[in-house]
């Protein structure tokens, strides 16, 4: 046939009317609705918008959440809808306490979580703790649960003050 029925590839049951509707295995049915019209047609994967479920006589695709532009699954979103924020897999009008908003991936990142300081170093002038009269300490923080990204946008995780060294070194 031509028009519309003309695409029957992959189709196990294919009509003139409403395309397919059966695939072959492996393939996904993805169903586009055309006014009251629905039309089948066999897919190697879902396209953006829907996300594959296989079941026991048919793989589907199904529609992504309201707020989602393209997912995983139901509930697992991976990208969202403009004015929508991607948090854990869901998309929220506004990131949760504790994270910010990524302009660019619109996603809700975890703001650092500082571990209280490490102590004071000992005091050292290149690298020796004698024969000066100051040196430098330094002591360090960790970022909890923040990534290697998210750490570069985490306070000062080190810093370093002048001490007094004023020893002699022996010998």
Same mark, same amino acid.
């Given at each position: ?11 196990? *049951? ?13 393939? %996904? @049915? ?5 006014? *009251? ?5 066999? !897919? #190697? =994967?879902?396209?953006?918008?829907? %996300?594959? !479920? ?17 997912? %995983?699954?139901? =509930?697992?979103?991976?990208?969202? &809808? ?7 897999? &869901? ?8 994270? /910010? /908003? ?11 979580? @500082? ?7 000992? +005091?050292? #002038?290149?690298? &020796? ?6 040196? @430098?300490?330094?002591? !360090?923080?960790? /970022?909890?649960?923040?990534?290697? $990204? $998210? /750490?570069?946008?985490?306070?000062? @995780?080190? $810093?370093?003050?002048?001490?007094? *060294?004023?020893?002699? +070194?022996?010998?």
């Amino acid at each position: 046939g031509t028009g519309l029925g003309g695409n029957c590839t992959g189709c196990v *049951i294919c009509s003139e009317e409403n395309g397919c509707s059966t695939c072959q295995q492996r393939l %996904f @049915l993805f169903i586009r609705r055309e006014g *009251i019209r629905q039309y089948g047609k066999c !897919v #190697h =994967d879902c396209p953006p918008g829907y %996300f594959g !479920v296989r079941g026991q006589e048919v793989n589907r695709c199904k529609k992504c959440g309201a707020t989602c532009e393209s997912c %995983f699954s139901q =509930d697992f979103c991976i990208q969202c &809808k403009r004015r929508f924020y991607l948090y854990k897999g &869901k998309c929220l009008p506004t990131c949760p306490p504790g994270t /910010a /908003a990524q302009q660019s991936t619109r996603e809700c990142q975890e703001e650092c979580e @500082l571990s209280p300081w490490g102590s004071w170093s000992p +005091c050292t #002038h290149n690298g &020796k703790t004698c024969g000066s009269a100051w040196g @430098l300490e330094t002591r !360090v923080r960790e /970022a909890g649960r923040a990534g290697r $990204e $998210e /750490a570069a946008t985490c306070q000062v @995780l080190s $810093e370093s003050r002048k001490c007094p *060294i004023r020893r002699p +070194c022996p010998g």
